[in-house]
T-cell receptor, first 114, second 113 residues
């Protein structure tokens, strides 16, 4: 089982629809969760963070966290063609040396059709 | 506020050579992490530096090394390049190791021929 799993897609939605992106993680002690957006040929950009169970809204984006189910999701409302990108789910881990590393999912490619 | 600066943006090297990549983090950020991104493997963690100390290392061979300077700038070095080292190398800047998220640089695209 991968530490962070995402459906690789592609996920195709029409303009104006809700895009739903899902992610599961394996480490029960994980405390923080992130979504990054990566446009083709660009580097990842942090778009959402969530630390507590429930929903967190930021503009058209809503992150949802269910720690009991080890499940994180990202909803994009009123999807726009400019939202077409790869979305990476990311979970930081603390090592026994006190250092950090973030485990990234493989990413879900989203296409928003005009 | 300046972003994360990675140099060079593109590199073409031949097998067996070595390469050094540079990263200047956001001012005030003490942690620099390095990732390798390939289409097949996604984003793979290389190492994390904090205040000139390597705190964490990923599962890469010893040919991959790095360091961090007192001004938080970091370099990574790959020796004896192999074709499989062709990838996008990303530097991630954070105040304390990514627990609150990263700001990535634009990356260095390395091609080994």
């Amino acid at each position: 089982q991968k530490e962070v799993e995402q459906n690789s897609g592609p996920l195709s939605v029409p303009e104006g629809a809700i895009a739903s992106l899902n992610c599961t993680y394996s480490d029960r002690v994980s405390q923080s969760f992130f979504w990054y957006r990566q446009y083709s040929g660009k580097s990842p950009e942090l778009i959402m963070s969530i630390y507590s169970n429930g929903d967190k809204e930021d503009g058209r984006f809503t992150a949802q966290l269910n720690k009991a189910s080890q499940y994180v999701s990202l909803l994009i409302r009123d999807s726009q063609p400019s939202d077409s990108a790869t979305y990476l789910c990311a979970v930081p881990r603390v090592s026994n040396t006190g250092g950090f590393k973030t485990i990234f999912g493989a990413g879900t490619r989203l296409f928003v059709k005009a | 506020k300046a972003g994360v600066t990675q140099t060079p943006r593109y590199l073409i090297k031949t097998r067996g050579q070595q390469v050094t990549l540079s990263c200047s983090p956001i001012s005030g950020h003490r942690s620099v992490s390095w990732y390798q991104q390939t289409p097949g493997q996604g984003l793979q963690f290389l190492f994390e530096y904090f205040s000139e100390t390597q705190r964490n290392k990923g599962n890469f061979p010893g040919r991959f090394s790095g360091r961090q300077f007192s001004n938080s700038r970091s370099e990574m070095n790959v020796s004896t390049l192999e074709l499989g080292d062709s990838a996008l190398y990303l530097c991630a800047s954070s105040p304390s190791g990514g627990i609150y998220g990263y700001t990535f640089g634009s990356g260095t695209r390395l091609t080994v021929v």
